[in-house]
């Protein structure tokens, strides 16, 4: 299992502390991992070890020294690069990159010292844009490599604010009132954009970057001025910028969700800044903020948001697992549906994993959970690209795909073992034909061979 992490996003910091977290619950007799770091700069790195410190806190103020120190000499790190080749080496690694593809040119037919290394799954532990907006998910599907998490539409719109909310009220799901700014027109025209804004929300409202997460870039305006300055700092981080009314007297709820195609919801918690709102700073850095889990609501509430979380997950057509956050507005007690996260943080703070311990699912029992669900669902995935990917004889490993998939609905719903004397007929028949299309085809076939067979 490849575990990306880093990214070049704003994120980047928590990204690290997330996969500290995936790191220490990964089951070792089930996976073998391999840390690979995007760095900020955009270089795919193998770093000798994983990232150790899963508290925010301590990874942004280690980065922060690290700046300090800038003039120390750096650590050679192998670069790796992912190459689309199905059932080989998709993973290729090139220790001192620059010299290594200098030797190489320089001598026949030698590689410079490059290694190479087949990747089972992917799980993308990365926050914000250039990870988490489908981009490095769609690298994943042109390499044919499954991955954890949402798909490319899911994670491109659950970044993307705006496309987010388009998404909800094709639904007719309750969502606050909101305005969409592009920085070409802000540019243009500041004074009619907020003219236009005003007469709209009026104050106070929200001003987010479009396509960040972690309250990156958020601000709260309370009339003019702050709304301009507002405006032109999200414009900083985004060319779109998404104002939102505030909520009179809203308390921040969130729930987490984790399925495919019939996902279920934790119970919901509530957190209280110790801000005015839960700002980055908030979140990460001096961590005061509190959580209330359960959170203290009707039941009729907390059915509602339950039921809400998995429409909004549906909505966007999510897999894997997400966290929706709402905001329940404390005069009239209205539920809005703020935003989905498609890859929720692992941070010591985070409250996806606090959710679901309070649900009754363990941190390692969540991530087996969420392993499960993925690989059952990329097994499906997987025969279908084969379609096309894979002539002249892609029927026996569709059929062989599709055996496993089915045996892997039976370790996850022990109810459906009922189906289990026509199953092994299926999938004798589908290993068969798999083992036929092997001798045929031993480089390809073998890779899904084993996928089909052995690991199901």
């Not at 390499?143 to 987010?164: H, I, Q, R, T």
């Not at 929200?206 to 009339?223: C, D, M, Q, R, Y």
Request: net charge negative; charged share 25%.
């Amino acid at each position: 299992m490849g575990v990306i992490y880093g990214g070049r996003s704003g994120e980047h910091e928590v990204s690290l502390a997330s996969a500290a977290a995936v790191f220490k619950h990964l089951d070792p007799e089930r996976y073998d991992p391999v840390p690979i770091k995007i760095e900020k700069d955009g270089r795919w790195t193998l770093p000798a070890e994983p990232p150790k410190t899963m508290k925010a806190a301590d990874v942004i103020k280690g980065v922060a020294a690290e700046k300090a120190a800038a003039g120390a000499p750096a650590a050679e790190v192998a670069e790796a690069y992912l190459i689309p080749r199905p059932g080989r080496d998709t993973l290729v690694s090139l220790p001192n990159a620059s010299k290594s593809l200098r030797a190489s040119s320089q001598s026949a037919g030698g590689r410079g010292g490059a290694s190479g290394l087949s990747l089972d799954v992917v799980f993308p532990v990365l926050h914000g844009p250039y990870g988490e907006d489908g981009t490095v998910q769609g690298l994943l599907e042109l390499a044919n490599v499954p991955y954890v998490g949402a798909g490319v539409l899911a994670s491109a719109v659950g970044m993307d604010k705006a496309a987010m909310k388009q998404a909800f009220i094709a639904k007719a799901l309750p969502i606050c009132d909101y305005d969409v700014v592009f920085k070409r027109d802000w540019q243009r025209d500041e004074r009619s954009v907020l003219q236009r804004v005003v007469d709209h929300l009026g104050f106070p409202v929200f001003v987010k970057p479009a396509n960040l997460g972690s309250s990156v870039g958020i601000s709260k305006a309370k009339h003019v001025a702050e709304l301009r300055t507002a405006i032109k700092l999200a414009a900083d981080f985004d060319r779109k910028v998404v104002i939102e009314a505030a909520v009179p007297q809203a308390r921040e709820i969130e729930v987490a969700v984790l399925g495919n195609d019939e996902p279920e919801a934790s119970v919901p918690g509530e957190i209280i800044p110790s801000r005015e709102f839960y700002d980055y700073e908030s979140k990460y850095v001096d961590e005061s903020s509190r959580s209330v889990i359960p959170a203290k609501l009707s039941d009729a509430q907390t059915a509602e948001v339950r039921r809400l979380a998995i429409d909004a997950y549906k909505a966007i057509d999510c897999s894997g697992l997400a966290r929706v956050d709402f905001l329940l507005a404390g005069d009239s007690g209205v539920v809005y549906l703020n935003e989905l996260n498609t890859l929720p943080g692992f941070t010591t703070i985070s409250m996806y994993s606090q959710l679901w311990a309070a649900t009754g699912l363990t941190e390692p029992g969540r991530v087996a959970a969420v392993y499960d669900l993925i690989l059952a669902a990329r097994f499906d995935e997987a025969a279908l690209r084969l379609k096309d990917t894979c002539p002249p004889a892609p029927q026996p490993v569709c059929a062989a795909l599709a055996a496993a998939a089915l045996w892997w609905q039976i370790l996850i719903d022990p109810a459906s073992r009922a189906a289990d004397e026509p199953l092994k007929r299926a999938s004798a028949d589908a290993v068969a034909a798999a083992q036929q299309w092997t001798a045929r085809e031993p480089q390809r076939g073998e890779a899904w061979f084993y996928l089909a067979a052995s690991r199901a």
